[in-house]
Protein backbone atom coordinates (compact mmCIF):
# COMPACT_ATOMS: atom_id res chain seq x y z
CA UNK A 1 0.00 0.00 0.00
CA UNK A 2 1.02 3.46 -0.56
CA UNK A 3 2.87 4.86 2.51
CA UNK A 4 2.71 8.61 3.08
CA UNK A 5 4.87 10.19 5.76
CA UNK A 6 3.56 13.32 7.02
CA UNK A 7 3.33 16.05 9.67
CA UNK A 8 0.17 17.81 10.46
CA UNK A 9 -0.17 21.90 9.39
CA UNK A 10 2.70 21.50 7.01
CA UNK A 11 3.17 21.03 3.28
CA UNK A 12 1.69 17.40 3.87
CA UNK A 13 -1.58 18.67 3.13
CA UNK A 14 -0.17 18.66 -0.84
CA UNK A 15 -0.12 15.07 -0.86
CA UNK A 16 -2.58 14.37 1.79
CA UNK A 17 -5.43 16.23 -0.81
CA UNK A 18 -3.76 14.25 -3.87
CA UNK A 19 -4.16 11.27 -2.41
CA UNK A 20 -7.73 12.17 -1.31
CA UNK A 21 -8.38 12.63 -4.87
CA UNK A 22 -6.96 9.86 -6.02
CA UNK A 23 -9.40 7.73 -3.82
CA UNK A 24 -7.01 5.13 -3.26
CA UNK A 25 -5.98 3.52 -0.23
CA UNK A 26 -2.88 4.85 1.58
CA UNK A 27 -1.23 4.53 5.02
CA UNK A 28 -0.38 7.94 6.67
CA UNK A 29 2.82 7.65 8.76
CA UNK A 30 3.24 10.56 11.10
CA UNK A 31 6.63 12.29 10.86
CA UNK A 32 6.17 14.70 14.06
CA UNK A 33 8.57 17.04 12.81
CA UNK A 34 7.66 19.66 16.43
CA UNK A 35 8.81 16.73 18.42
CA UNK A 36 12.42 16.25 15.74
CA UNK A 37 10.48 13.05 13.96
CA UNK A 38 12.53 14.31 10.85
CA UNK A 39 15.85 13.57 12.31
CA UNK A 40 15.30 9.76 13.03
CA UNK A 41 18.09 8.39 10.65
CA UNK A 42 15.61 5.23 9.22
CA UNK A 43 13.66 8.75 7.73
CA UNK A 44 16.20 10.71 6.28
CA UNK A 45 16.83 7.04 4.40
CA UNK A 46 13.44 8.16 2.26
CA UNK A 47 13.87 12.21 2.18
CA UNK A 48 17.67 12.90 2.94
CA UNK A 49 16.40 16.68 3.51
CA UNK A 50 14.39 15.67 6.69
CA UNK A 51 11.51 17.16 5.36
CA UNK A 52 7.74 16.15 5.04
CA UNK A 53 5.78 15.10 3.13
CA UNK A 54 7.52 12.26 1.75
CA UNK A 55 6.33 9.35 0.48
CA UNK A 56 6.64 4.88 -0.59
CA UNK A 57 5.30 2.50 -2.86
CA UNK A 58 6.80 -0.53 -2.77
CA UNK A 59 10.30 -0.14 -3.69
CA UNK A 60 9.96 3.71 -4.63
CA UNK A 61 10.60 6.01 -2.26
CA UNK A 62 10.61 9.57 -3.37
CA UNK A 63 9.95 12.97 -2.05
CA UNK A 64 9.03 17.31 -2.62
CA UNK A 65 5.40 17.29 -3.10
CA UNK A 66 5.47 18.35 -6.28
CA UNK A 67 7.32 14.94 -7.42
CA UNK A 68 4.87 13.07 -5.13
CA UNK A 69 1.95 14.80 -7.25
CA UNK A 70 3.03 14.03 -10.06
CA UNK A 71 3.44 10.28 -8.86
CA UNK A 72 -0.13 9.81 -7.53
CA UNK A 73 -1.58 10.87 -10.77
CA UNK A 74 1.05 8.16 -13.37
CA UNK A 75 0.36 5.74 -10.57
CA UNK A 76 -3.44 5.96 -10.28
CA UNK A 77 -4.24 7.15 -13.79
CA UNK A 78 -8.11 6.31 -13.51
CA UNK A 79 -8.45 9.21 -11.62
CA UNK A 80 -7.47 11.33 -14.41
CA UNK A 81 -4.90 13.85 -12.32
CA UNK A 82 -2.76 14.73 -14.89
CA UNK A 83 -3.07 14.80 -19.39
CA UNK A 84 -2.34 11.35 -20.88
CA UNK A 85 1.03 10.89 -22.84
CA UNK A 86 0.98 12.26 -25.85
CA UNK A 87 -2.21 14.77 -25.68
CA UNK A 88 -0.58 18.63 -25.94
CA UNK A 89 -1.92 19.66 -22.68
CA UNK A 90 0.56 17.87 -20.79
CA UNK A 91 2.67 20.94 -21.67
CA UNK A 92 1.06 23.57 -19.74
CA UNK A 93 0.81 20.68 -16.91
CA UNK A 94 4.19 20.20 -16.08
CA UNK A 95 4.72 23.86 -16.44
CA UNK A 96 2.34 24.78 -13.81
CA UNK A 97 3.05 22.04 -11.50
CA UNK A 98 6.75 22.97 -11.42
CA UNK A 99 5.38 26.64 -11.72
CA UNK A 100 4.69 25.90 -7.99
CA UNK A 101 7.56 25.01 -6.64
CA UNK A 102 9.81 27.22 -8.49
CA UNK A 103 8.24 30.44 -9.00
CA UNK A 104 5.01 30.66 -6.49
CA UNK A 105 7.55 29.24 -2.74
CA UNK A 106 10.07 31.15 -3.86
CA UNK A 107 8.62 34.46 -4.21
CA UNK A 108 6.35 33.26 -1.21
CA UNK A 109 9.91 33.31 0.78
CA UNK A 110 11.31 36.60 -0.71
CA UNK A 111 8.38 38.52 0.65
CA UNK A 112 8.62 36.98 3.78
CA UNK A 113 12.05 37.39 4.68
CA UNK A 114 11.89 40.96 2.00
CA UNK A 115 15.61 39.93 0.36
CA UNK A 116 16.04 41.64 -2.96
CA UNK A 117 17.61 39.70 -6.15
CA UNK A 118 17.81 40.80 -9.66
CA UNK A 119 14.13 40.01 -11.38
CA UNK A 120 16.30 39.09 -14.03
CA UNK A 121 18.77 36.89 -11.78
CA UNK A 122 16.05 35.16 -9.96
CA UNK A 123 14.22 32.55 -11.54
CA UNK A 124 10.98 33.18 -10.26
CA UNK A 125 11.59 37.15 -11.77
CA UNK A 126 9.92 38.98 -8.10
CA UNK A 127 7.15 38.72 -5.97
CA UNK A 128 4.69 40.73 -8.57
CA UNK A 129 5.47 39.30 -11.54
CA UNK A 130 4.71 35.54 -10.15
CA UNK A 131 1.17 36.46 -8.75
CA UNK A 132 0.15 38.42 -11.94
CA UNK A 133 0.93 35.69 -14.39
CA UNK A 134 -0.96 33.62 -11.88
CA UNK A 135 -3.86 35.67 -11.91
CA UNK A 136 -3.69 36.06 -15.46
CA UNK A 137 -3.28 32.23 -16.20
CA UNK A 138 -6.14 31.62 -13.57
CA UNK A 139 -8.75 34.16 -14.96
CA UNK A 140 -10.47 31.69 -17.81
CA UNK A 141 -10.59 28.64 -15.19
CA UNK A 142 -12.81 26.57 -13.57
CA UNK A 143 -9.03 25.45 -13.71
CA UNK A 144 -5.63 26.01 -14.27
CA UNK A 145 -5.87 23.62 -17.53
CA UNK A 146 -8.91 24.69 -18.49
CA UNK A 147 -11.88 22.59 -17.52
CA UNK A 148 -9.88 19.48 -16.51
CA UNK A 149 -8.74 19.39 -12.55
CA UNK A 150 -5.12 18.38 -11.94
CA UNK A 151 -1.93 17.45 -10.09
CA UNK A 152 -1.53 21.14 -10.99
CA UNK A 153 -4.39 22.38 -9.25
CA UNK A 154 -3.66 20.42 -6.23
CA UNK A 155 -0.07 22.22 -5.89
CA UNK A 156 -1.01 25.43 -7.02
CA UNK A 157 -4.41 25.52 -4.76
CA UNK A 158 -2.26 24.42 -1.79
CA UNK A 159 -0.06 27.20 -2.62
CA UNK A 160 -2.97 30.42 -2.92
CA UNK A 161 -4.42 28.63 0.65
CA UNK A 162 -1.53 28.97 2.57
CA UNK A 163 -0.72 32.57 1.00
CA UNK A 164 -3.74 33.93 1.00
CA UNK A 165 -5.42 32.12 4.03
CA UNK A 166 -2.97 30.90 5.97
CA UNK A 167 -0.29 33.38 5.84
CA UNK A 168 -2.39 36.40 4.33
CA UNK A 169 1.04 37.03 2.30
CA UNK A 170 -0.39 37.31 -1.02
CA UNK A 171 -3.61 40.04 -1.20
CA UNK A 172 -6.84 38.57 -2.05
CA UNK A 173 -8.16 39.36 -5.51
CA UNK A 174 -11.65 38.27 -7.31
CA UNK A 175 -9.88 35.65 -8.96
CA UNK A 176 -7.75 34.02 -6.54
CA UNK A 177 -11.00 34.04 -4.52
CA UNK A 178 -12.70 32.08 -6.76
CA UNK A 179 -10.50 29.46 -7.80
CA UNK A 180 -9.72 29.21 -4.08
CA UNK A 181 -13.72 28.37 -3.54
CA UNK A 182 -13.68 26.51 -5.77
CA UNK A 183 -10.81 24.33 -4.20
CA UNK A 184 -12.85 24.20 -1.19
CA UNK A 185 -16.11 22.95 -3.26
CA UNK A 186 -13.81 19.74 -3.70
CA UNK A 187 -14.55 16.86 -1.02
CA UNK A 188 -11.11 15.56 -1.66
CA UNK A 189 -9.78 18.88 0.07
CA UNK A 190 -12.56 18.84 2.64
CA UNK A 191 -11.29 15.08 3.46
CA UNK A 192 -7.82 16.71 3.61
CA UNK A 193 -8.56 19.44 5.74
CA UNK A 194 -10.34 17.64 8.27
CA UNK A 195 -7.56 14.66 8.18
CA UNK A 196 -4.43 17.77 8.89
CA UNK A 197 -6.57 19.31 10.85
CA UNK A 198 -7.35 16.10 13.12
CA UNK A 199 -3.58 15.65 13.39
N1 LIG B 1 10.47 21.23 -1.09
C1 LIG B 1 9.72 20.45 -0.13
C2 LIG B 1 9.57 21.26 1.12
C3 LIG B 1 9.10 20.44 2.29
C4 LIG B 1 9.23 21.21 3.59
O1 LIG B 1 9.90 22.24 3.69
N2 LIG B 1 8.59 20.66 4.64
C5 LIG B 1 8.71 21.26 5.94
C6 LIG B 1 7.31 21.38 6.57
S1 LIG B 1 6.27 22.46 5.64
C7 LIG B 1 9.52 20.36 6.85
O2 LIG B 1 9.46 19.15 6.74
N3 LIG B 1 10.29 20.93 7.76
C8 LIG B 1 11.02 20.19 8.75
C9 LIG B 1 12.48 20.50 8.76
O3 LIG B 1 12.98 21.11 7.81
O4 LIG B 1 13.13 20.15 9.75
C10 LIG B 1 8.36 20.07 -0.70
O5 LIG B 1 7.84 20.81 -1.54
O6 LIG B 1 7.81 19.02 -0.35
Known amino acids: MMKLYWSPKTRSLRALWMLEEAGVPYERVLVDIRAGGQDDPAFRKINPMGKVPAFEDGAAQLAESA ?26 YFHWLFFAPGCIEPAMAQKFVNFELSPSAAGWGDFNRVFNVLAGALEKGPWILGETFSAADVMI ?35 AIAIDEAG
Do not use: S
Not at 172 to 182: E, I, K, T
Open 157 to 191: GCDLLFAIERFGIVDRRPVFDAYLNRCHARPALQR
Open 67 to 92: AICAYIAERVPEAGLAPALGDPARGR
